[in-house]
């Protein structure tokens, strides 16, 4: 079996080494999977990195943080002034996790280090519709009183999953248990399953299973991903 053969293969199996948020492509698409991409093709992404409250009014950009692609062979891609980067991805290669920035954010209250390990997944299938990736990090100190509203501490043996969503509004599920979800509609977070951005915060990811993200309406990249312990996994998800 060739390289080709033997990567698609994997895919179609479900091998996590990849990174690869198994999508659904939307009406439209013909069942689209990005997960499964014959040509295995490159394409370069732009994103964006924002601390946890950053607003359209009050914008907090996370600046120096660099984004590597998993098993991608050095493909970085570091965030500049506003906290946008680009990244070379691959239809094999979807993942990509950050090195934070080791200097305290200069736009929060109180300043404080983002330390908490982090990662996104973004498909083909984003690239092709023109999704623009939303990620956002939250700070140590941020953590503390995050969690603690929630009422469930940061628990490193379970996955947490961001959900940023290009477009209007939908409510956002996932199939595995977690704490109560949270939302951002843009100005503040609060208790609820729709926003701009749906965080489901220690998701039992026990025996390795991959949850699938379900979003009302006709989405662009919900579907199963892999949630690593410990680490908050973001995706975007397009809607109409």
């Known amino acids: 079996m060739g390289r080709a053969s033997a990567l698609i293969a994997c895919l179609v199996a479900g091998c996590g080494s990849s990174g690869h948020l198994a999508v659904d492509g939307g009406p439209g698409d013909a069942g689209v999977d990005s997960a499964i991409d014959a040509d295995l093709r490159n394409y370069d992404v732009a994103g964006v990195y924002l601390d946890w409250d950053s607003t359209a009014a009050s914008p907090c950009p996370i600046v120096g943080a660099t984004w590597t692609v998993y098993f991608g062979g050095g493909r970085t891609g570091t965030t500049d002034a506003t906290g946008a980067f680009t990244v070379l991805l691959a239809s094999y290669l979807a993942r990509i996790d950050v090195e934070q920035p080791h200097l305290p954010s200069s736009c929060t209250t109180p300043p404080s280090t983002y330390d908490l390990t982090q990662s996104a997944i973004i498909p083909g299938v984003i690239h092709d519709a023109g ?62 399953d729709t926003g701009s951005d749906v965080f489901f915060p220690n998701v039992d990811v026990t025996n390795g299973i991959w949850p699938t993200v379900t979003v009302a309406g006709h989405p662009i990249g919900a579907g199963s991903l892999e949630l690593p312990p410990g680490t908050i996994t973001s995706i975007t998800v397009i809607t109409r």
């Open 131 to 192: 999704g623009h990736p939303v990620i956002r990090s939250l700070t140590s100190a941020r953590a503390v009183t995050f969690y603690a509203a929630i009422g469930a501490p940061f628990q490193a043996a379970r996955g947490q999953l961001l959900v940023h969503l290009d477009g209007p509004a939908r409510s956002v599920a996932l199939s595995a248990p977690h704490d109560a979800v949270q939302a951002f509609d843009g100005q503040a977070w609060a208790a609820g």
